[in-house]
């Protein structure tokens, strides 16, 4: 099944950010006590006692009149009831509870179609046992027992992390799912996601079926293509973003779904607008001297696919519009190349979905990088071709020992893990890491996939 999400919610100045960051063990959310710093949605992923969830902190608010709290606080409060699975409602055991929280709590409690969402009330900020003298005063928002912790000393943190994932319940996945190959069609706003979707789904004549997704509200569209089942992975519940007035409410909610999106594929197709970024290179009278870089977003979904270890087809659309030479594609895919430097193994399509160019070229692309990502490897071929380059360029140790790799084979497919067998496997560094990962791809291809590359001692 897919992870479920657990969104933070709460009125600013209340901790939220830093239980963010508690929560995940990381340092991604600015906290500060000027309330309404978290402009940015922060989401990260969380384990615990092997379960993992999709953490998102909503971001701090200050609402200066009651139409504000309605378009602001009140729309993001109903995209988390809608989108999320959990939801960590974060209230301040120092004040105890204020309006604002009774506002965010008359809201939630009020919802229609909530029925099935847990909602936990936690109360941030009891770092000594004198601050549970407030926690009585907070059962008047009906939530029933208050979850007490402190974001900054961590305390209680852990038996917060056990009360989520006790409530996340993990059911066998679908055959059927299995057996189709998942597309994920995703990108930032305006960059012809919804154009390319059509003219795949009405223009492949054997659509099979729509099938509900795993998400609320989503269908999910099976069509078949060369003789293969295809499941383009809902984007239908994006056309509840009319509904939506708040630019941030808008990038809050597109997280949600892309994060859903990328989890439940194969491979996934980042859609990006060829004009934005020419007019970027465009500016320089030799664009291949241009310094460029990709936007956050595209960045972020980039990095979210790879983690995951997801296929990855960047799509580069309405290049119908754009005044070409012969070398512009090309000078294009470098500059991208060059930003994501780690990521050379993507695969580049340039296509206008406003023309129908190369969009049905997306699937053949797909499939190819789907039979990538699935293949498997013979033993003795991996051994027979990386051993040589091995000894001819052994890795190097930092305290100066041999390090011996002695046979190599791969664990898995889909995605594919390959296994490095030797005696110093902590000594094995990240250049050298990259260094035979770029061989194996040179040998075998994997184009579009993320390699795991796991070193073992023998």
């Known amino acids: 099944m897919a992870q479920p999400v657990v969104a933070i919610i709460g009125r600013p100045n209340v901790g939220k950010s830093s239980l963010f960051?508690?929560?995940?063990?990381?340092?991604?959310?600015?906290?500060h006590s000027t309330s309404g710093v978290t402009r940015d949605r922060n989401y990260g992923e969380v384990t615990w006692n092997g379960k993992r969830f999709f953490l998102i902190d909503t971001g701090g608010y200050i609402p200066h009149s009651k139409d504000l709290f309605e378009s602001a606080i009140r729309e993001q409060v109903t995209i988390s009831i809608e989108e999320a699975d959990i939801i960590l409602f974060v209230v301040d055991a120092k004040t105890g509870p204020v309006p604002l929280d009774e506002e965010i709590a008359y809201v939630l409690r009020n919802r229609k179609n909530h029925e099935n969402k847990k909602i936990l009330l936690v109360v941030n900020k009891t770092d000594r046992k004198e601050d549970e003298e407030s926690l009585n005063a907070f059962y008047k928002l009906g939530f029933g027992e208050p979850l007490q912790v402190s974001a900054l000393t961590g305390r209680n943190s852990g038996d917060l992390l056990d009360v989520i994932t006790n409530e996340i319940k993990y059911t066998p996945s679908d055959k059927k799912q299995k057996e189709t190959i998942r597309i994920s069609i995703i990108g930032r706003p305006n960059v012809g996601k919804s154009s390319i979707?059509?003219?795949?789904?009405n223009e492949v004549k054997s659509i099979v079926t729509d099938v509900p997704g795993t998400t609320r509200d989503s269908i999910d569209s099976r069509i078949r293509y060369q003789g293969r089942e295809i499941t383009l992975i809902d984007t239908a519940g994006l056309r509840?973003?009319?509904?939506?007035?708040?630019?941030?409410?808008?990038?809050?909610?597109?997280?949600?779904?892309?994060y859903r999106s990328i989890e439940r594929c194969d491979v996934a197709v980042l859609v990006i607008d060829a004009t934005t970024i020419m007019s970027k290179l465009s500016r320089f009278r030799d664009p291949s001297l241009a310094s460029f870089k990709l936007s956050r977003e595209d960045t972020e979904i980039i990095n979210t696919a790879a983690e995951m270890k997801k296929g990855l087809l960047v799509v580069v659309n309405k290049w119908d519009l754009i005044e070409k030479k012969s070398n512009t594609a090309k000078i294009f895919e470098m500059k991208v190349k060059e930003?994501?430097?780690?990521?050379?193994?993507?695969?580049?399509?340039?296509?206008?979905?406003?023309?129908?160019?190369?969009i049905f070229k997306i699937l053949d692309m797909c499939l190819a990088?789907?039979?990538?990502?699935?293949?498997?490897i013979k033993t003795s071929d991996l051994n027979s071709r990386l051993l040589k380059l091995i000894n001819k360029f052994p890795p190097r140790s930092e305290k100066h020992r041999e390090i011996k790799i002695n046979y190599i084979t791969?664990?898995?497919s889909s995605p594919p893990v390959i296994v490095f067998y030797c005696n110093l496997p902590s000594?094995?560094?990240?250049?050298?890491?990259?260094?035979?990962?770029?061989?194996?791809?040179?040998?075998?291809?994997?184009?579009?996939?993320?390699?795991?590359?796991?070193?073992?001692?023998?």
């Open 339 to 358: 930003h994501l430097k780690t990521y050379s193994w993507l695969p580049f399509l340039f296509t206008s979905a406003m023309k129908k160019q190369r």
């Open 240 to 258: 509840k973003k009319s509904k939506i007035r708040q630019t941030e409410s808008l990038e809050y909610y597109s997280v949600i779904r892309t």
């Open 21 to 31: 960051n508690r929560l995940t063990g990381t340092k991604k959310a600015i906290v």
């Open 427 to 458: 000594e094995i560094q990240p250049n050298y890491r990259k260094f035979l990962e770029n061989k194996i791809r040179e040998n075998f291809g994997f184009t579009g996939v993320p390699l795991t590359l796991v070193f073992r001692k023998k």
């Open 369 to 376: 990088v789907y039979s990538e990502r699935s293949k498997k």
């Open 197 to 201: 979707n059509n003219i795949l789904m």
């Open 410 to 412: 791969q664990l898995q």
